[in-house]
Structure formats: structure tokens, C-alpha cells
């Protein structure tokens, strides 16, 4: 069966959110994931962590949240789009609640221990930088966590309408 035009110009715009949602998302995961792989701070002394963290806070705390939010709004598209099939929808609908989740954690959690980490001297940490450390790490994580979920739950959407 032949596919109206405007069958064809909606499919293909749910094709571009796709891949455009696909993308972000995986860029911004990604990044999460390094993350995970290179801030390890557990066998880190207290200069060379506050090197490590504050070179990426300055790297990366304009672009995330750009990345964050471009990657929700992309989603919601999806979601407005993916309305005729109530598994798909429900599925992209929990994609946008993990990345808000995630961008939360970022906001309120782990960006006010950046701003203080920011203000350090690696010659002279705080006498509490561990706690705060470990905080920030664990928060990582559950941003991480709330991440991958986002995007395994992406990929089975975008899979499903395939």
C-alpha cells in the first residue's frame, strides 16, 4: 500500500526526530558515562582532584546543560508525535521523565558542590573535600543511572516504531 504525501512527510519528520533524539541522547549519555570512567575520584589525592574536577566543570558545565535540554525538548517532539501508538508514547514519555531526573540531579545536586569545588586551591583542600567528593560522586551516579535508563527506554521506543 502506497503512502500519501503527507503519510510520507510525517514519517519522515518522525524519522529525523528519531535520529535527532537518538543522537543527543547518546552524546549526552556518553558524556555521562566518561564521566563515570575518567572523575573516579577514589584513587585521586586531593590536588589532583580538584585539578581533574575543576578542568571539567569548566569543560563541561556550559555544554551539559545545553546538551540536557535540547535532548528533553527533542523528546517531548517525539512524544507529541508518537501519540498513535500508546507503547511507543509511554515509553518516550519515560525517557523525558529519566533525562528531567537526570538534569534535577545535575541542577540541585551536583552543580552547588561544583560551585564550591571551583573556589578550591589544590595546595590547600578544605579539611571536609572528601565529603563533598564522595556527595558529588554519589550523585553522579544516580544521574548515570537515571541517564541509561533514558536512553535503553529511547532505544526501545525508536525500536518499537520500527
Not at 558515562?33 to 582532584?49: E, V
Not at 560522586?137 to 526501545?156: K, N, S, V
Request: contains cysteine.
Amino acid at each position: 500500500m502506497a503512502l500519501s504525501t503527507s503519510s510520507k512527510e510525517y514519517w519522515m519528520l518522525t524519522l529525523m526526530i528519531d535520529f535527532v533524539n537518538l543522537l543527543l541522547a547518546a552524546l549526552l549519555v556518553g558524556t555521562m558515562f566518561g564521566a563515570w570512567l575518567f572523575l573516579n575520584p577514589a584513587r585521586l589525592d586531593a590536588t589532583s582532584y580538584i585539578t581533574v574536577q575543576q578542568q571539567a566543570i569548566r569543560t563541561l558545565n556550559t555544554v551539559l546543560p545545553v546538551l540536557g535540554a535540547a535532548t528533553i525538548l527533542v523528546t517531548i517532539a517525539a512524544v507529541t508525535l508518537g501519540r498513535e501508538d500508546s507503547t511507543r508514547l509511554w515509553l518516550l514519555v519515560a525517557v523525558v521523565l529519566c533525562f528531567v531526573t537526570s538534569g534535577l540531579i545535575t541542577r540541585f545536586l551536583n552543580q552547588p558542590i561544583n560551585a564550591i569545588v571551583m573556589n578550591w586551591r589544590g595546595d590547600a583542600p578544605p579539611s571536609n573535600w572528601t565529603e563533598l567528593r564522595d556527595a558529588w560522586w554519589r550523585c553522579h551516579l544516580a544521574r548515570l543511572a537515571t541517564g541509561l535508563a533514558g536512553l535503553t527506554l529511547l532505544i526501545a521506543a525508536t525500536l518499537k516504531r520500527a
